[in-house]
């Protein structure tokens, strides 16, 4: 094959590289924690970590809405002194302020950032699209585990969810048998 | 020879050279296209230089005078888009054009209407990229970085900006892989790859990044583009995307292309420090295989641009230490320069006066990037003055004055005469004091808390910013003399002869000067003699 | 001749390197870093000086022998050249030598790393949130928030053409209307976060900046050692205002950091208050004016004329001068629009009703229309 042939591939492929680098980077942050993201495990996983009852870590809670949403958002505690490998339920309270409905979703993100790895929810309501009625107020739960492995050094930590208006969600909310079925 | 034919750049009366305007559009002759390119550059770092001087008047003194905050952040964005793209890539491929083929001993390109159309694209791309500035919304304001969410707010421009960088991304990799091919084809016999000059060694190497890196620009961009317009959410948190990844695949382009600008400058240096030494390059494997572990290493360093987005610990160290890595085999290439002038028999014409500041102030530039390698104390560096101070050092009397150092050296090999060197010793006196001065405060302020791309600041930065107002002003005006040295130097002078400088060798220093349209008709043999400028 | 002009370059380098480490002596002259006044920054100082005497001695060590050599092997003094293109011992050295000076320099810098990253067992935590181009400020144990956003001094001075003397501003762009108050010698956990695009959180004298990020948090911590005033700005380009978001650092004993907490909430609890009962058009419009120079001008012009093509007149417009306008009007504040940022978190009902009119009123815009605040909460 001609030089120029390869590098042309060479270079084909490095614009697909590009676009591998998206899942990549995904994989790359479930194993180091890069981005904050934290992890989820099912319920029975949860149920067999032994939990340490010598020890007592500080989660706080932390709630941000997006200024382009007319929601409020808070919890319920915002800071909890867990044990390791203990479940716990956290209770989140949104309400739709406005006189739309509004589909939006939760963002999360642990900080420090080394501790989203050991950061394991088996429920969550993040990543998945909310619509609230117009003034509805919703509870929310959050059901966690902080893996035991949790390095020693790290005995506080927070997790921080910001709701964001899903974009491009108007049009849909003008008939929300359209969210359910095409959204959900 | 007739003065017309002077004035072309060439004298060969046995090709049949086109004329007129049609010579240069459908070029497929390296001369040509690598003049244009030249050319191009010359034009690009005025342009460019204009803008640099349109933020060094604004921040002369605290307070607004002469341009809104927003059209100060389309200043300082498209200032380094120019430099970057339309000013140190084009000038480097230019120099790769016109010597490559001379250095290889071959008659030409391996793909000469490939060559003219990655010229040609350069026009038209930064005509798209200059037009945003009479757009609603103005031009690209949001860092020559892109970073979203910042970039998506920009108005109409918004998807001329992403094609200008298509366009600019497509002229590159067609550069590169016209370079490479040519290298790997059309040696002269006996032209081994460890016989190749550095330049040429060195542009290889660039033209493996450019290719590798130059795509997952063009990749990230167009995420960009398909966020702004087709409702993805690679970077819009609120779709569940992350605007820190595009950080991440921006830099992994964006620390590689560092090396693109620099790697060809290492390699010009290295062709004229030997020369006026008259002895030969020091360590010349060891500076292959430097230049080689620059290249890979910058593929995992590039997360220390991005120290101060919150990565987890290990994260932050594995970047510091690679990045602290690099200083390694920087380090030998700035000994072997040493090395190479030690017990040399050395002439300071005015190639040498540059390279030599190269080697100068480039480290300088090497040491505070070492110093901003060290992730706890980057938390104060990051995004000031410093890193500002820091980059212009290794681009400015870095880059830009090695293929300054490059046009004085080959010049008279291109033209057929010699340049005043008067003149150029002149232009180098002003060029390197002044560029201390306009870069060296930039340190303080940066240190003293100055952040970077701010069109106003408080009083206590004001001497030091005046200090370095003075010094651009005084730098860009300098520059028109490099413009008239070539101008004088095309137009006459003394006659060069075929190895111009005494203590010049290689392929290119056996052709006539100037070299006939086709340099070598019949391949040249290469020997150990004759090898190794 | 050549040599001496070199020399004089090179002495004229050398001494502002050495002017920036005598910095710390000249602290007003601003050359060098800060010291700063928490552990950490102590620490960051410490590790700045050192990097920058090794690469200064390797500097000096280098080019010293650069220079003697450009001096001494000159054609012009006779000098014939070596031969020599090679010798791996001298290659070996100059490659084992940098590696042990930077592992040298790596320990120290991961130390202080791990350091930085030992955010827990605060004694409070505060959010900073990024907004263009403001910071808000939450604490999260004593339920205070509020936004700071450039002082009006300052404000003014900047617009071009105000013709007002800089110096005369105490701390022009560093300033202000609300300073974040913290107490000293108490851990302090830092969160930062931002609402529309990335900003930077840095207070040089606090040893560190951070990215504000949509959607991520990220955090750190200072113990301020002494009572002062620290200033710092956003360093991550935010769009156009980036150079007019400061932030200023209020360090105060305990004691006294009580008594303001107590303060600001009386303060909010007397705003909320406010909000029940009706003002009048002198009182709207007011307040409305201050409002609209620190909150609206920055986009829409002190004259309301806007900037064509990025932000839209107000004066003259639709939205602000006919009666089917007014919901609208009210609902733009409130919730925002494309590039308009939503108010409705942070001014209140008095606030909003009081620009409103303020707009309604001005620049010719003569509606006569008055805005209560009853007003406002009913289109929440």
């Known amino acids: 094959m001609r030089t120029e042939t390869k590098l042309t591939i060479l270079a084909i492929a490095m614009f697909g590289f590009g676009y591998a680098l998206v899942p990549l980077y995904d994989v790359f942050c479930e194993i180091t924690g890069l981005n904050g993201k934290t992890g989820t495990i099912a319920n029975t996983e949860a149920a067999q970590l032994e939990v340490d009852q010598e020890r007592l870590v500080t989660v706080e809670f932390d709630t941000n809405v997006n200024s382009e949403l007319p929601w409020s958002f808070l919890a319920q505690a915002h800071k909890m002194k867990v044990h390791p490998g203990e479940l716990t339920d956290a209770v989140f309270v949104i309400e739709n302020n406005s006189d739309q409905p509004v589909v939006a979703q939760a963002v999360p993100s642990v900080a420090p950032a080394q501790a989203s790895l050991f950061f394991n929810k088996t429920e969550c309501f993040c990543f998945t699209q909310q619509m609230l009625a117009p003034r509805e107020r919703k509870e929310m739960t959050v059901r966690f585990v902080v893996d035991p492995e949790l390095p020693k050094k790290i005995s506080t930590l927070t997790l921080s969810y910001t709701y964001f208006k899903v974009p491009g969600s108007d049009r849909v909310v003008l008939d929300p048998g359209v969210v359910d079925e095409e959204r959900i | ?533 | 001749m050549f040599f001496k002009k070199l020399k004089e370059c090179l002495t004229g380098i050398t001494a502002l390197w050495l002017m920036a480490w005598t910095g710390a002596v000249h602290a007003e002259w601003g050359l060098n870093l800060t010291r700063g006044v928490t552990p950490i920054s102590h620490e960051v100082y410490d590790l700045h000086m050192l990097i920058l005497w090794v690469v200064t001695i390797i500097g000096i060590g280098v080019f010293s022998v650069m220079f003697w050599s450009i001096l001494h092997h000159r054609k012009s003094k006779g000098a014939v050249s070596a031969k020599f293109h090679h010798s791996t011992t001298a290659e070996i050295v100059w490659t084992i030598i940098p590696i042990l000076i930077l592992v040298g320099m790596a320990i120290p810098a991961t130390k202080t790393l791990i350091k930085m990253e030992q955010t827990g067992d605060a004694d409070m935590t505060i959010k900073v949130t990024g907004y263009q181009w403001k910071w808000k400020y939450d604490y999260m144990d004593d339920g205070l928030s509020f936004f700071s956003v450039l002082a009006q001094d300052s404000n003014d001075a900047r617009q071009p053409g105000s013709n007002i003397d800089l110096n005369s501003i105490d701390h022009y762009l560093l300033d202000v209307d609300q300073p974040i108050v913290l107490p000293i010698n108490k851990k302090i956990r830092i969160l930062t976060t931002a609402n529309d695009v990335i900003h930077a959180w840095w207070v040089p004298a606090l040893g560190w900046k951070r990215d504000a990020i949509p959607g991520f948090i990220n955090d750190n911590w200072i113990i301020i050692e002494e009572p002062g005033t620290y200033r710092g700005q956003c360093a991550e380009l935010c769009g156009k205002d980036h150079g007019f978001m400061p932030i200023v650092v209020k360090a105060v004993p305990e004691e006294e950091y009580v008594a303001w907490v107590k303060k600001m909430k009386m303060a909010k609890a007397a705003a909320a208050a406010s909000g029940d009962r009706d003002f009048s058009k002198d009182e709207l419009m007011a307040s409305g004016k201050e409002l609209y120079s620190k909150n609206c001008a920055v986009c829409h012009m002190a004259e309301g004329q806007g900037i064509p093509g990025t932000f839209p007149a107000l004066a003259g417009s639709a939205i602000a001068t006919t009666p089917e306008g007014l919901p609208d009007h009210i609902d733009r504040i409130l919730h925002g629009k494309n590039l308009m940022p939503p108010f409705g978190e942070q001014l209140s009902d008095a606030d909003i009703a009081a620009v409103v009119t303020y707009e309604r009123n001005a620049w010719g815009n003569d509606t006569g229309d008055v805005v209560q605040p009853k007003d406002i909460k009913a289109a929440r």
């Not at chain 2, 757009?135 to 998506?152: E, K, S």
């Not at chain 2, 200083?327 to 006066?353: C, D, H, Q, R, Y």
């Not at chain 2, 490099?482 to 190895?499: E, F």
């Open chain 2, 1 to 533: 020879m007739s003065e017309a034919v002077i004035h072309n750049g060439h004298h060969d009366h046995h090709d049949h050279k086109p004329y007129g305007i049609g010579r240069w559009l459908f070029s497929t002759n390296h001369k040509d296209i690598g003049t244009m390119y030249l050319v191009f550059a010359l034009i690009m770092f005025f342009v460019g230089g204009a803008m640099a001087m349109v933020i060094r008047a604004e921040l002369f003194q605290p307070g607004l005078q002469f341009v809104n905050p927003l059209f100060f952040n389309s200043m300082t964005t498209i200032h380094a888009l120019v430099m970057i793209f339309g000013a140190v890539m084009p000038a480097g491929v230019g120099l790769a054009n016109w010597m490559i083929p001379m250095m290889i001993g071959s008659p030409d390109m391996a793909l000469p209407r490939l060559n003219n159309m990655s010229f040609w694209i350069l026009p038209f791309a930064f005509t798209l990229l200059l037009s945003t500035f009479f757009m609603p919304g103005g031009a690209p304001a949001g860092g020559w970085t892109m970073y979203p969410p910042l970039v998506l707010q920009l108005g109409d421009g918004f998807p001329f900006l992403i094609f200008a960088i298509h366009f600019l991304g497509i002229s590159s990799i067609l550069g590169a892989i016209n370079i490479i091919a040519t290298v790997f084809n059309m040696r002269a016999p006996g032209m081994t790859f460890m016989k190749l000059p550095l330049f040429v060694w060195t542009w290889i190497i660039t033209a493996f990044l450019l290719i590798a890196t130059m795509p997952v620009l063009a990749g990230s961009v167009t995420m960009l583009l398909t966020d702004k317009f087709f409702g993805t959410s690679f970077f819009s948190a609120a779709g569940g995307g992350d605007p820190v990844m595009f950080q991440h695949v921006f830099w992994f382009f964006g620390h590689p292309e560092v090396y693109i600008l620099i790697l060809p400058a290492f390699g010009i240096v290295s062709q004229i420090i030997p020369a006026f030494a008259r002895k030969p390059l020091f360590g010349y494997e060891s500076m292959v295989y430097a230049t080689a572990s620059i290249a890979f290493l910058s593929f995992f360093v590039w997360a220390h641009h991005m120290f101060t987005v919150g990565m987890p610990l290990t994260g932050e160290l594995f970047f510091m230490y690679a990045t602290m890595s690099i200083a390694v085999p920087t380090g030998v290439k700035i000994f072997n320069w040493v090395a190479t002038m030690w017990k040399g028999s050395m002439t300071f014409e005015t190639p040498m006066l540059f390279a030599v500041s190269f080697v100068v102030l480039f480290s300088i530039g090497g040491f505070t990037g070492l110093m901003m390698g060290i992730t706890p104390v980057d938390f104060q560096y990051h995004d000031t003055y410093f890193i500002v101070a820091h980059f212009h050092y290794v681009l400015v009397p870095g880059a830009i004055f090695a293929l300054m150092a490059g046009v004085y050296f080959w010049l008279p090999k291109w033209t057929g005469h010699m340049y005043d060197e008067r003149l150029g010793k002149i232009h180098f006196w002003l060029s390197a004091i002044f560029v201390n001065m306009l870069f060296f405060p930039q340190h303080f302020l940066g240190l003293a808390g100055m952040p970077r791309r701010i069109p106003d600041y408080n009083v206590q930065f004001t001497e030091w910013n005046m200090v370095s107002s003075i010094g651009g002003f005084a730098f860009g005006l300098s520059q028109l003399i490099l413009v008239w040295v070539v101008i004088k130097c095309v137009r006459g002078g003394q006659k060069a002869t075929d190895q111009v400088w005494e203590g010049a060798h290689g392929l290119e220093w056996t052709l006539p000067s100037p070299p006939p349209f086709h340099s070598f008709t019949t391949p040249p043999q290469v020997t150990d003699a004759t090898a190794h400028s």
